[in-house]
């Protein structure tokens, strides 16, 4: 949703409305080396279309969670319709109900099955969990456990992305740290960091 939200007059989107600038929010997507995105909301084309970026060089997607703000499923519409361009074959990591979330979606509009999907969107869907870490291509990522979504039976998660030269932890949407989190991160070395603290340190807004 980003921030200023237009139906909001709280201290934190007047703020933001005043500041203006860089204050402003969009939804939260990180796109690493041409390579690698975390994160596909609905303002990734527009963002892309401002900084004058393509995402044709993907290979790999990080998807945290099926919030609208981070997986908009019309992505995949754009990779189908693409011409004149050779896409390299794009693996998904996600969540197993953010994946069911998107393939449902393409299931009801289009009537595809995952294969289907696959085959016509370029990619390879792998389900991660928080706890785990998969190798994809130069790099390591590691999953870590987050409350937001809890209440909603949303599975969540953040990520870490590690390579030869440097670590980094994409933390947005993660709600006051669990002491599992904590234990996890504790393993791990990272060199810059995002912190979403959109609702600072509140413990009943949708962090569980």
């Not at 060089?57 to 609208?68: A, D, E, M, R, Y």
């Not at 953010?98 to 294969?115: E, N, P």
């Not at 393993?187 to 912190?195: E, I, Y």
């Amino acid at each position: 949703m980003g921030l200023p939200n237009p139906f909001c007059r709280c201290e934190r989107c007047e703020a933001v409305r005043q500041m203006g600038g860089k204050s402003l929010r969009s939804s939260p997507a990180v796109l690493i080396n041409d390579d690698l995105l975390i994160d596909c909301g609905s303002d990734v084309f527009s963002s892309a279309r401002q900084f004058g970026l393509r995402l044709d060089g993907l290979w790999t997607l990080v998807i945290t969670h099926k919030h609208s703000d981070h997986l908009d499923p019309w992505f995949f519409w754009a990779r189908h319709r693409a011409t004149d361009t050779d896409l390299p074959p794009l693996t998904v990591y996600a969540p197993q109900n953010a994946l069911d979330s998107l393939l449902g979606f393409y299931q009801q509009k289009k009537g595809w099955d995952q294969a289907t999907f696959e085959r016509k969107t370029f990619t390879v869907c792998r389900a991660v969990r928080a706890g785990s870490f998969k190798l994809a291509r130069q790099y390591r990522l590691s999953f870590f456990p987050t409350s937001h979504g809890s209440t909603e039976g949303i599975e969540a998660v953040l990520v870490g992305v590690q390579d030869a030269h440097a670590g980094y932890l994409h933390a947005y949407d993660s709600g006051p740290f669990s002491d599992d989190a904590w234990a996890l991160l504790r393993r791990h070395r990272f060199d810059a960091a995002a912190l979403d603290a959109t609702v600072g340190d509140q413990t009943d807004y949708n962090t569980g």
